[in-house]
């Protein structure tokens, strides 16, 4: 186990300039906010540059010959392909309006975490080698030389973004660090930099489907487990076929979903809403992970990940794909996923055959959003759901960045969480929707021995957590995203204990009433509820098909939250 | 040194136009020839820099979207903040470009102890704001000196400018505001710890530069009275190529031309050229509609993958045992 830093240590920093130019900063490999090195192995499974195992903590990092030749050329190489990082290398006026809107920056108080720095360290470079001024003023214009030194600290801070794009939405010229991230990663892996717990997932993803590496056999054990786990909270006997040729949908999610609580739980609530409805689906063993630690890699490594998605629908023979909650794989599907790997002509056009509701906006994908889907079920009533049984839940909702800043999925799951659950209050809303605050741990940076960085990064998230826990005694964070479901556990233990992390497919898998189950006494995590839930008693349709918009989420939450305060038990995670 | 360097070079530059009209009557070189160069470096480095950006691919439709998708059709779809078509995305660029609607979402980050509050943070955005549009309209008002007759519409916002009837000759009130916006700008950046802390020399140059034309234009009216017929006279010759000089003008005027010539010369290399970039940046010019239109990779390139097949090959007997379907049985 980490050792958790102390909060008052952690906490002791302001957000004043330092001394030094930060240009004459060196950089401070302090443990507890760095991954560990790439292993050699993981490296090699798939092929990449400069496979050997090294330590970041030590001083020779082992980088090939002539490195500094591989980044200029790279730096040039991207520069033509992608506009985005040749504009953003030009464009930044320095207005900072963007300084204080990164979490790490917020936590820590370093100023090489604001956006803008983080950008000036391969700017920097990039002056020097490629810009008339760079060349002939050097350090005046803002120029240095790429060293040992600067490509550690490029490797440093490039880790301590997860691309979580807050920044973009503040820049007058939407200038998106993350884009710049990607490209800093994709040059330090040129020299084969990356950390251990990208590469390791990277390689399991290419060779085994799915980031921890689970076998076939492993995924439906674990899944057979959790379906017992069904049997005990509703009775009801569920088997999901996986692999099955001719099913109408192929299902993919997070693969943390599958082995990992509170994951878990959300994939329960999957499970018993699609067995309720009958859809005719199938997950596969080979496509296992909907997620894409490429992405935090290279643009190659992500589309040669993703794939298995649409090359295993293709096998299968199905019509359309539906996807878990899951918010970097949702990037990549909504913005790369088509372009790298489609077209998916072999698909048909997404069509609810419960509803009959077409997904236009999923037309060229075939891929729909597994909150789409509810909400779209909700809207046209075609399930039960008794709101009461998540009475003991009171709950708040994390939009996580990627859903929100690359895709904008954000009204269709409060939709249904104002259908599934009676206590919901918003955060603040600077810290929401377009807004929100990243989990801290996004990108690949949940590593273990990264776990003060982790913490720093998810105190925004955990503040403005605390802000409605005073207030209305919120005891659930709940989330579309399998990064929060791993990353967001610690940080509300650290900051705000009593908040339990939990997807929203639990909140619905909790409130769905299902033919022929059994009197409820369990919520989804196998806790006692409060009361046995007899379903004729309380049964709520979800009749009022009311557009969400017609009311503000949180105008909702305050009118149907009143006189519930402090009336749920505490959930601990289990 | 950050400061001081870039305020010396906008003085030396100042100083250099007063001298080399007001004893070596070098006129015709701050006059004609190097405000021609200004402009021909403008034109062809602002050509040059658009293209080259125009020329790098823009592989994947990047949106950063700020608002609701366009998904179910009773879910309310915000059309300017994530928009879904061509249109949307013109909607939002106008809002970008015409009011910096991204600026205005600006806050202050605040931390007290454990707590982290958010305060209204929208002087950055009214300064750039009063800044840019105090531009466009000096610009505008400046057309006059360069157009005969006089377009109605540039002599009515001449007029509107005008309006306040503030000393004689008039003063506009757009030399005020770009003045004040201008010197907030600047003291922002010379006050404002963090932003003084990321600010290099080439941030504080421009702003010098642009306050030296500014107070230069200025003082050339009103303090030493240039006389504005003759001024006239001279941007027609130079608009309409036939350049005339008036060696009487006054070195004031000179040294206002210079430093806008430095200006124009300045521009398409440095971080002005925001003003060209914006229109290209793909985070906010794209629609996010990359799930219902197929975006094209111009240079998209086969990958190496790892196929079913080899995955079946070696988990077969595994997956046989727990009776997963194969597509070979051998
Ligand atoms: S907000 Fe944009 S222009 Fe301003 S400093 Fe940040 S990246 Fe640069
Ligand atoms: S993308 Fe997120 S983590 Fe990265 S610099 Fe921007 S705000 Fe910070």
Redesign the interface.
């Known amino acids: 186990m980490v050792k958790q830093p102390d ?1 008052q240590e952690l ?1 002791d920093f ?5 001394a030094t ?2 240009l004459d900063t060196p950089v401070d490999f302090r443990p507890g906010t760095y991954c560990h090195g790439a292993k050699g192995k993981n490296l090699e499974a798939v ?1 990449f540059p400069n496979a050997r195992d090294w330590s970041p903590a030590e001083d020779d990092w082992k980088l090939p010959d002539e490195w500094q030749n591989t980044v200029i050329e790279g730096i040039a190489d991207r ?9 953003f290398m ?8 963007c ?3 990164c979490h790490f920056y ?2 820590s108080g370093d ?1 090489k975490n ?1 956006p ?2 983080r950008a ?1 360290l391969l700017r920097s470079v990039y002056r020097r080698n490629f ?3 760079g060349k002939l003023f050097g350090k ?3 120029a240095r030389d790429l060293s040992e030194d600067v490509l550690k600290e490029w490797w440093y801070y490039f880790f301590q973004c997860t691309e979580c ?1 807050r920044c ?9 660090q993350a ?1 710049i991230t990607m490209m800093g990663r994709e040059l330090l892996n040129l020299l084969g930099l990356n950390t251990d717990w990208i590469s390791g997932p990277v390689a399991n993803c ?2 085994k ?1 799915n980031h921890v590496g689970l ?3 492993t995924i ?2 674990n899944v057979e487990f959790l379906m017992e786990d069904i049997e005990t909270v509703c009775g009801k006997h569920i088997e999901p076929s ?4 001719g099913a109408e949908v192929l299902f993919v999610v997070p693969s943390g979903d599958l082995y990992a609580e509170p994951g878990t739980f959300a994939f329960m609530g999957y499970v018993m809403l699609l067995e309720q409805l009958g859809l005719d689906y199938t997950l596969s ?2 496509a296992s992970e909907g997620g894409n630690f490429g992405l935090f890699t290279s ?2 490594m992500a ?2 990940l993703n ?2 998605i649409y ?2 629908a293709r ?1 299968l023979g199905v019509k359309w794909i539906l996807g878990g909650e899951c918010g970097h794989m949702w990037r990549v ?4 996923m ?3 790997n ?2 998916a002509d072999f698909l048909e056009v997404p069509v609810s055959p419960i509803t009959g ?1 077409k ?7 075939k ?1 729909v959003h597994i909150a ?1 889907f509810t ?2 079920l909700i ?1 046209h009533d075609k399930i039960k759901l008794d709101k009461s049984r998540n009475d003991h839940l009171i709950v708040t909702y994390h939009d996580s960045c990627n859903t ?9 799951p409060r ?1 249904i969480m104002n259908k599934v659950c009676n206590n919901f209050f918003e955060m ?1 809303e ?2 929401i ?3 929100t605050f990243c989990c801290g741990a996004g990108s690949g940076l949940n590593a273990g021995e990264n776990m003060e960085l982790r913490l720093r990064g998810g ?2 998230r955990a ?1 403005a957590v605390r802000y409605v826990q005073e207030r209305h005694g919120v005891n659930v964070l709940a989330n579309i995203c399998a990064v929060d479901r791993a990353a967001l556990p610690a940080v509300m233990d650290y ?1 705000v204990p009593g908040v339990a992390v939990m997807g929203l497919h639990e909140l619905v898998g909790n409130a769905l009433v299902m033919d022929g189950e059994s009197v409820r006494h369990l919520d989804m995590r196998g806790e006692e509820l409060p009361r046995p839930m007899v379903q004729e008693e309380s049964v709520t349709l979800a009749v009022d098909s009311q ?3 017609e009311a503000a989420p949180s105008d909702l939450a305050t009118v149907t939250g009143e006189g519930e305060k402090g009336a749920g038990k505490a959930v601990t995670d289990a | 040194m950050k400061i001081g ?1 870039p305020l010396l070079a906008v003085v030396a530059l100042a100083a250099l136009a007063w001298l080399g009209c007001e004893y070596l009557r070098l006129q015709v070189l701050f006059g004609v020839v190097l405000p021609y160069l200004a402009l021909l470096l403008f034109l062809v480095g602002f050509v040059y ?1 658009v293209v ?21 059709p ?3 779809h ?1 059309r300017l ?2 928009p ?1 078509s061509t249109t949307g995305a013109i909607g939002r660029m106008i809002l ?1 470009v015409l009011l ?1 609607r ?2 205005f ?5 605040e ?1 007290r ?4 509050s ?1 305060g209204s943070a929208k002087w ?1 955005w009214l300064g ?1 704001l009063v800044f840019h549009w105090s531009l466009l309209v000096v610009l505008l008002r400046h057309l006059r000196l360069f157009l005969e007759p006089v377009p109605v519409v540039i002599s009515g916002i001449g007029a509107v400018d005008g309006m306040f009837q503030i000393g004689v000759p008039v003063l506009f009130l757009t030399d005020i505001t770009i003045l004040a916006a201008l010197a907030f700008l600047f003291a922002r950046r010379v006050l ?12 504080y140059f421009p702003l010098l530069l642009l306050l030296g034309v500014v107070i230069s234009g200025i003082l050339m009216r009103y303090a030493f009275k240039v006389d504005m017929l003759q001024v006239k006279e001279m941007m027609l010759g130079l608009a309409s190529l036939h350049p005339q000089l008036s060696m009487s003008a006054g070195s004031a005027l000179y040294v206002h031309i210079f430093l806008v010539s430095v200006l124009f010369a300045y521009f398409p ?1 440095s ?1 002005l ?2 003003a060209g ?2 229109f ?5 010019n794209m629609p ?10 111009p ?2 390139y086969p ?6 097949v080899e ?2 090959d ?2 077969r007997e ?2 046989r ?2 009776g ?2 194969l ?1 070979k049985e051998g």
């Not at chain 1, 997904?359 to 994908?365: G, K, P, V, W, Y």
Request: net charge positive; glycine share 6%; aromatic share 12%.
């Open positions: 909060k906490l302001g957000y004043q300039a330092p130019p930060w092929g520069m033509k392909k992608y506009r985005s990082f040749r504009l030009d464009v930044c006026v320095r207005c900072g309006a300084a204080d809107k917020i936590a100023p604001m803008v720095l000036e810009t008339t001024s005046l214009a803002g794009r973009s939405v503040f820049c007058p010229y939407g200038i998106d884009e290419y060779m489907g076998e076939p056999q439906l054990g996986f692999n099955r040729k063993t080979y643009n190659e589309k040669r794939s298995k090359a295993e096998r599907i909504n913005q790369y088509d372009t790298w489609g077209p509701s997904f236009e906006n999923a037309s060229s994908t891929m789409e909400a779209d809207y929100a800043r690359g895709m904008g999925l954000m009204d269709e939709y603040p600077e810290t929707r377009e807004r105190l925004p503040n900051w557009p969400v918009a | 360097l820099r080259l950006w125009g020329r790098s691919a823009v592989p994947f439709n990047i949106t950063t979207t700020c608002g609701q998708q366009k998904s179910l009773w879910v309310k915000d903040e994530n879904s970008e910096f991204s600026l979402r600006n806050l202050r980050t931390k102890g454990a707590r982290i958010f950055l750039g404002a710890p963090r932003i003084r802390y990321l600010s290099l020399p080439a941030d290399w971080k050229m925001h970039g914006i290209l940046s793909p985070t906010r996010n509609n990359s799930r219902q239109v197929r975006h094209i990779n240079w998209n990958v190496q993958v790892h196929s079913y995955y079946e070696e988990y595994k997956m045992k727990v997963l379907p597509d």
